[in-house]
């Protein structure tokens, strides 16, 4: 019994050793276990803030990029206002000048003969038109344009009829006045017209018209807007009214007919050098159909020097093969010459 209670305890206390084993074994792994999900957490949040660190700068950069971009574009836009305020300072001295320059009679009429120039010379050729052209009359005319007959000479005057033509839209002054300004308006253009008939309208030197040059678009277009009656007066003496843009077209039709006239005149020259050019194409049509029988007979010639060549290989190859026979039968001779020979012996 007291044997059995023995082997009990000692059985129960090997029970409890193996057990405490067991137990400390798994404590030390789930020790371990935490210890490696402890050192990964903090991996992971290192990793996570090092993540969110990057994005912060990346962010903060391109924030600080845009907003230098967009003080480096604001900079730039107010420096072109500030060119573009400069521009419009400048317009408005130039327009101030301008308007001082057409504010005097004189200078008006400089002002209508440079835009004239500008027009003529930049589209007619040169030897087409003289500036300043005295007619054999005495009259001095701003510009003459030389085209073929039947038109003939014709005299370009620039008139600038202004200063009435503001007062007739002036808000400043009473209605009265205003429509002083537009029959004066309309007599100044009258007497330009009969100017112009008068002076540069001469028989068996000039054209039978003559052109009144308007260097501005709207009073031009005042006139043929509101003023048929003047219109109607200017066709009465020949006269052509033309605006800048007007003028231009007209310039350019010239310039057509002095192409066409320039073109008709060289037309004997034309036919002339088709009629070489017609000579020298019949020579090479005739040399390219020599030279062509001159290859086909060389062709022939070629095909007869192959077939030739054929024939004599032929037969060269034929003279061999009766040599080579001659010779075999030669030696079939001395063989049995031979072979009697020693059948003697």
Known sequence: MIIELILFLIFALLIVIIWKIFFQ?????????????HRQIIIDINDAMNKLSDRLYNTLSDQEKSQNETFVNVAKTLATIDEAQKKIDGMMTNMVSLQEILGDKRSR???????????????????SYAFQHTFLSGARVDCALFLPEPTGTIGVDSKFPMENYHKMFDQNIAEGDKERAKRQFKLDVRKHITD????????NETSDGAVMFIPAEAVFAEIHGHHPDIIKEAMLHRVWLVSPTTLMAVLNTARAVLKDIETKKQVHIIKSELGKLGQE???????????????????????KINITSKKITSRFKQIERVQLDDIDEDLLDLDDTLSEKRSDD
């Open 109 to 127: 009429g400089t002002y209508g003969e440079i835009q004239l120039k500008e027009l003529i010379s930049n589209i007619m050729p040169p030897d």
């Open 196 to 203: 112009i008939s008068s002076k540069y309208i001469i028989p």
């Open 25 to 37: 074994k798994k404590e030390v792994d789930l020790d371990q276990k935490l210890e490696q999900k």
């Open 281 to 303: 194409f019949e020579r090479f049509d005739s040399r390219m159909k020599k030279l062509t029988d001159n290859i086909s007979q060389a062709n022939d010639n070629a095909q």
